[in-house]
């Protein structure tokens, strides 16, 4: 079946601009997951939907980070006059469940650029 | 906080010899334990994964077991192939309260496979 998927695959933006990221996750998968892949940082999770609610926003970096889900499926990450630091492969993932051993499934992710 | 500590890279050998790559861990419970891989140009997607202590995840000829005594989870196979150059992530889940699970990752481990 279809996996993860995410578009943009690439994004170039001004620094003070706003971009929206988006992930269709795997049918039927209850939650979903974002993380951002950085040189300096590596992968760190950012936020953690169960259906359409986020119990899990701990990794959100700045208040100009949002996130949404809708109708159990496709989410929205956005990032508000982004910054040169917001550089970096923002990845989508999605599992069945949300279980502790549950396989995490990612996405090929967004690459975004800041100028 | 939990925390994963993997050998550093790069890793360059000679197909046919064989892979250690160590992985230990700092977690407060009794977490579950994954390898994802990344190959070049493509999405993370999991390797192998262990849930509980002793248990051996495999795949592809890779093998690691959770050792809670020594809290590791090292990766492992017998004989590499050219193939299997590729970026390996060790990483951890923890249940937490709202019965989340997030992946906290290793730095990641480059590993290059000559023929």
């Known amino acids: 079946g279809a996996g993860v998927s995410q578009s943009p695959s690439n994004k170039v933006t001004e620094k003070g601009k706003d971009v929206e990221l988006r992930c269709d996750p795997i049918?039927?998968?209850?939650?979903l997951y974002w993380y951002r892949q950085s040189l300096g940082q590596g992968l760190e999770f950012l936020i953690y939907f169960q259906g359409n609610s986020a119990p899990d926003k701990s990794g959100l970096p700045s208040d100009r980070f949002s996130a949404e889900r809708t109708g159990g499926s496709v989410s929205t990450l956005t990032i508000q006059r982004t910054q040169q630091e917001d550089s970096a492969v923002y990845l989508c993932a999605s599992s069945p469940f949300g279980g502790q051993g549950d396989t995490q499934y990612f996405g090929p992710g967004t690459r975004l650029t800041v100028l | 906080g939990d925390s994963v500590t993997q050998m550093e890279g790069p890793v360059t050998l000679s197909e046919e010899a064989f892979l250690t790559i160590n992985c230990t861990y700092t977690a407060t419970g009794y977490p579950s334990l994954f390898w994802y891989v990344q190959y070049p140009g493509e999405g993370l997607q999991l390797l192998l994964k262990?849930?509980?202590?002793?248990d051996k995840g495999s795949n592809k000829g890779f093998e690691a077991t959770y050792r809670k005594e020594t809290t590791s989870f090292h990766l492992e196979k017998g004989s590499v192939q050219v193939s299997d150059s590729a970026v390996y992530f060790c990483a951890l889940s923890e249940r937490w309260i709202q019965g989340a699970q997030k992946l906290v990752f290793g730095q990641g481990t480059r590993l290059t496979i000559n023929p």
């Open positions: 262990a849930t509980k202590a002793d």
């Open positions: 049918s039927g998968h209850t939650a």
